[in-house]
């Protein structure tokens, strides 16, 4: 007698059928952003309001406190978007680009933000491990997004990523064996390959 195989990674897309009714309250969620993503924010922020408007999710930009908020209207009707539009925000505030952010929105894509200084004690140990993950002219960068089906940002001490559930998890072992090792990115990364 065969089995049947479950698919437990695979995530259901929302059908506004499920809520009809929307949401009974308010929730919001603030996020502060650095001073220098302000004209970048300004210039991008109608395309940002037009996805999340699909939703029936408001946003405003407070250029006076330097914040973004997102807050459900009655027009919602998926319960964790509200959730995703928080993420939205904070990978704005991170440097990633808006059309790249916007894609959180849909429900297959999550993000991991994944800090790599502790994974190494000696700060000069920690740059140059990090330059050799970028590589030269950002192609290890690469061909870790082709391999993971990943979007990848490194920032300072943290890398963050864009992507399934599965490219993530695949991101975060190879971003732990390559800082915590003297192995070459791209020999870990053809290993991988071999490997599947």
Same mark, same amino acid.
């Given at each position: ?26 929730? &919001? ?11 970048? +924010? ?31 209207? =009655? ?17 704005? &505030? ?23 200084? =502790? ?55 190879? +971003?732990?064996?390559?800082?915590? &090792? &003297? ?14």
């Amino acid at each position: 007698m065969e089995e049947e195989y479950t698919d437990y990674w695979r995530i259901e897309k929302f059908d506004p059928a499920w809520n009809p009714t929307g949401m009974l309250e308010v929730s &919001s969620f603030s996020r502060r952003y650095p001073h220098h993503r302000e004209t970048y +924010l300004q210039a991008c922020w109608q395309s940002v309001k037009s996805a999340l408007k699909e939703y029936g999710v408001a946003c405003e930009l407070n250029l006076v406190e330097g914040s973004m908020t997102v807050s459900t209207t =009655k027009k919602t009707r998926d319960p964790y978007i509200i959730v995703k539009a928080r993420d939205l925000l904070r990978l704005l &505030s991170r440097n990633v680009p808006a059309p790249q952010a916007i894609k959180i929105l849909k429900d297959d894509m999550t993000y991991d933000i994944i800090n790599i200084r =502790k994974l190494v004690r000696k700060k000069e140990r920690f740059v140059r491990r990090r330059q050799r993950l970028v590589g030269p002219g950002f192609s290890t960068l690469k061909a870790l997004e082709i391999f993971t089906n990943c979007y990848i940002l490194v920032q300072g001490n943290t890398v963050a990523g864009m992507g399934s559930f599965i490219g993530l998890k695949k991101l975060r072992w190879v +971003l732990g064996y390559i800082e915590s &090792s &003297s192995w070459d990115p791209l020999s870990i990364i053809n290993a991988e390959y071999n490997r599947i």
